[in-house]
């Protein structure tokens, strides 16, 4: 009876945590997309409304908007999605980016973020919820941030049990690094892809820890949305061999290893060629060789065990010779082909990237493409307590938690977080992927501080004792016990060759009969005196509250500002720069369809997306020749530029400005790097000739290059008429040139702030009427590789042969 009544109990007990779990999940995910709202206003900006209304829109200050510069791009091919269908987005030629290359857009972009919020429109629309699809792109970040969140819980829950994982979810939800990258407007391929990441990593350890090969099968399909999704997919497929090796290395192979990993290499390589931009190089990049190795060394791992397992001790050592032999023959048969197939590509089968974050000088040396993006430099230190804060302090103690006792399991994530953390210290994107990690371990170790500390307090308090001590077998965590039933399987399969003895069931029976008194005595040896228990529960709280205050204030201030609408507090109020909108409007409205407009890279998928005009390049960075040319052109003098402009078909130049209002992200601070990009391709753009001794300077010591380059005239031209001195608020100095005039180039348009300034070309015949005649050519090409001239007609050559041939016709008439 008793019996009875306390498994009721127990069972109310569970159930009652279970609805409370859920419960706790479901907030979880309502601060993890409201916390990512701030970016967000109804209240379309006007200057009016700021006067009377700012203190009332202190929190959430933006309209519904797209942030950043690729988030349009994807904007724009979601809109072409939806309005065309499937088939015409995997045939678009883009026509209007890569003038005059053009670009196919459904081989060269990840198509997951684009496919989801097409998905996501569809289904509501079916629900007569007609939302448009900006509106479905703006929100799509915050959804799949709930979504990730729910994602980390059931991912450290496999590993340390419940607790630990709503502790990570929590911290995830608000983690500022994930913000970043999923606020509100942010739509770029992170915002689906963290979620796929993590996802694909749960349904991993769920496989080793239940060897179902349904969940198997989840995990090649989870990771299939993941090459969707994002090219760090191959941080994927390089960190689950690296697990498998480790584990057939410290001797844990077992069943349910190889079928977590087997058919995640096959299904997975497979789907992942379905990819049009991945393809072949599934198979044929050194990104994904690790994978095949691991592949081959876990099946003749597998053969040694079967082989292990059915012979005798005598055979088996004959035959795991012969099958080690083999093994070997295949794995080096296999690494000469990869080592023939790397060795023929001039970067050894390596992208650009992969080998940025193998090499961190690399792109510095050979791609200043890459170098040149912000999110490609190394972070500094205090960015990690930006964007991670305390939980840079809690990692070490999940570290030490993970190995007691250690698992399958708690062994991938250590080696999750020490893969991130030198990730995150080559590239400063990659403190995307950190952040996840960091949650998960500190989750980890929250929970497990919280568990001894709540016990040593349960423990001393008067009038408990006794029950605290009946419940503390009952009480001890989860994921501890899992685990050790986990291991207990695993030992069991590995070691089926022989039947336990009647002495060893023996003792495992009196293990079995008597586990609360070992969990009693080992909880017992785990309490902390009560005074310094409460002390430290407390410092938690104010640790954790101090977590929630700066998260809050990074996602209301430091990530909410989306690139194209910026704002600034002073002592008269809050002032809005809505230039770019401004200049895109100007030109969307005021220049021909086919107009083409040339600018720096950062600017193209905007100007394409909101000014429906041609660029010369943009953010996708594939053709490094095409955009050294257009820095080549920016650091060239007038007439230089005007050539190759005209060259292109250009008709207007787009050039950011910030020197008036102290906007520091301008291309004149922008600019060193489009003589780095131009003059690897074109020699004679030479760094050191804008430097003065080894300084960039834009005042009375500039060079003369400097001073004469088409970056420098178009930024600065007539700047002098806004203050009278020409000073810079970027550079905080004068300028060294004030007064002069553009012969090649006409103003058309300036933005309020002057942070946005439009140049057109001057037609031909303002500037070469008198080179027209000398000029022998009838026709070039745009690039100059082809010329064609006319030959002059013959009476303009033999006129003098004619007079001299006079006589003999006089003499013929006579």
């Not at 770019?580 to 083409?596: G, I």
Request: one cysteine or more; a positive charge.
């Amino acid at each position: 009876m008793a019996d009875s009544e306390t498994s009721k109990g127990t069972t109310l007990r569970h159930a009652f945590g279970n609805v409370l779990s859920l419960f706790i999940l479901l907030l979880i995910g309502v601060l993890a997309f409201s916390i990512r709202l701030f970016s967000v206003n109804p209240l379309i900006l006007n200057p009016r409304h700021f006067s009377s209304r700012s203190k009332r829109y202190t929190v959430i200050k933006y309209e519904s908007v797209i942030h950043e510069f690729d988030p349009y791009f994807n904007y724009r091919v979601t809109q072409f999605l939806i309005k065309n269908g499937i088939y015409d987005f995997w045939n678009w030629f883009d026509d209007r980016t890569w003038y005059p290359l053009g670009r196919v857009i459904g081989g060269t972009v990840y198509p997951g973020l684009t496919l989801t919020a097409g998905t996501l429109w569809k289904i509501l629309n079916s629900l007569n919820i007609p939302l448009s699809v900006e509106t479905v792109c703006v929100f799509t970040a915050p959804i799949f941030s709930a979504f990730a969140s729910w994602a980390t819980y059931l991912l450290t829950k496999e590993v340390k049990g419940a607790g630990a994982g709503l502790t990570a979810a929590v911290l995830l939800a608000m983690v500022p690094s994930y913000i970043s990258r999923s606020v509100a407007g942010s739509y770029d391929n992170e915002a689906v892809a963290i979620f796929a990441l993590i996802f694909t990593f749960f349904l991993y350890i769920k496989t080793l820890n239940t060897g179902s090969l349904f969940y198997a099968t989840l995990n090649a399909i989870a990771y299939f949305y993941m090459v969707c999704s994002w090219g760090g997919y191959t941080f994927i497929i390089n960190l689950i061999p690296m697990h498998v090796l480790l584990c057939i290395v410290t001797g844990r192979y077992s069943p349910r290893l190889y079928i977590a990993y087997a058919p995640l290499v096959v299904l997975g390589t497979l789907l992942a060629a379905l990819v049009p931009v991945v393809g072949f190089n599934a198979v044929m990049t050194s990104e994904h060789f690790a994978s095949f190795l691991v592949f081959i060394i876990i099946h003749v791992v597998a053969l040694v065990y079967y082989i292990k397992g059915v012979l005798s001790p005598k055979m088996f050592k004959v035959a795991v010779t012969f099958v080690v032999s083999i093994g070997l023959v295949v794995c080096f048969a296999v690494l000469a082909v990869l080592i023939a197939l790397v060795a023929s590509s001039p970067t050894m089968g390596w992208s650009g990237r992969s080998l940025s974050l193998l090499d961190p000088t690399y792109a510095s040396k050979y791609i200043p493409i890459i170098a040149s993006v912000s999110e490609h430099q190394p972070p500094t230190w205090p960015s990690y307590f930006m964007d991670i804060n305390v939980l840079a302090f809690l990692v070490p103690a999940g570290i030490i938690a993970c190995f007691s006792p250690l698992s399958d399991a708690s062994s991938f994530v250590v080696l999750y977080i020490v893969l991130s953390v030198y990730f995150s210290g080559v590239m400063v994107r990659l403190m995307l992927v950190l952040a996840p990690a960091a949650c998960i371990m500190s989750g980890i170790a929250l929970s497990a501080a919280f568990e001894v500390l709540t016990r040593s307090i349960k423990f001393q308090l008067p009038g408990v004792v006794g029950d605290s001590q009946l419940d503390a077998g009952d009480t001890s965590s989860n994921s501890v016990v899992a685990q050790n039933d986990v291991a207990k399987t695993g030992k069991s399969e590995d070691t089926v060759k022989e039947r336990p003895s009647k002495k060893n069931r023996k003792k495992e029976k009196e293990n079995v009969e008597k586990p609360s008194v070992k969990s009693q005595i080992k909880k017992r040896l785990l309490v902390l005196p009560l005074e310094a228990s409460v002390i430290a529960v407390l410092l938690l709280v104010l640790l954790g509250a101090f977590y929630v205050v700066h998260c809050v204030w990074a996602a209301a201030e430091a990530y909410s500002a989306p690139s194209i609408v910026l704002t600034s507090h002073s002592h008269d109020g809050l002032h809005v720069f809505d230039d770019f909108r401004e200049a895109y409007a100007w030109l969307s409205h005021n220049t021909e369809v086919d107009d083409k407009v040339a600018s720096w890279w950062d600017y193209g998928y905007q100007t394409t997306a909101m000014a429906n005009r041609t660029v010369i390049v943009d953010n996708n960075t594939w053709n490094n020749t095409h955009i050294a040319t257009v820095g080549t052109a920016m650091s060239s003098p007038e007439k230089a530029a005007w050539e190759i402009f005209n060259s292109l078909d250009v008709k207007y130049v787009l050039v950011v400005f910030g020197g008036l209002v102290g906007y520091p992200s301008d291309d004149i601070n922008k600019f060193l790097w489009m003589v780095r990009i131009g003059g690897g391709v074109f020699p004679h753009i030479k760094e050191p000739d804008y430097l003065r001794d080894g300084q960039y300077r834009i005042d009375s010591q500039a060079t003369p290059t400097m001073l004469n380059s088409l970056m420098y005239k178009l930024s600065y031209y007539r700047f002098v008429e806004t203050d009278g001195k020409a000073f810079d608020r970027v550079r905080r100095t004068e300028i060294g040139k004030k007064h002069f005039k553009l012969t090649h180039f006409e103003e058309v348009f300036t933005t309020h702030h002057w942070m946005v300034r439009l140049y057109k070309l001057k037609p031909p015949k303002n500037r070469i009427r008198g080179k027209a005649k000398k000029s022998k050519s009838v026709f070039t090409t745009h690039h100059w590789m082809v010329r064609l001239y006319k030959l002059k007609p013959p009476k303009n050559r033999i006129r003098g042969k004619a007079k001299k041939s006079k006589s003999d016709f006089l003499n013929s008439v006579a």
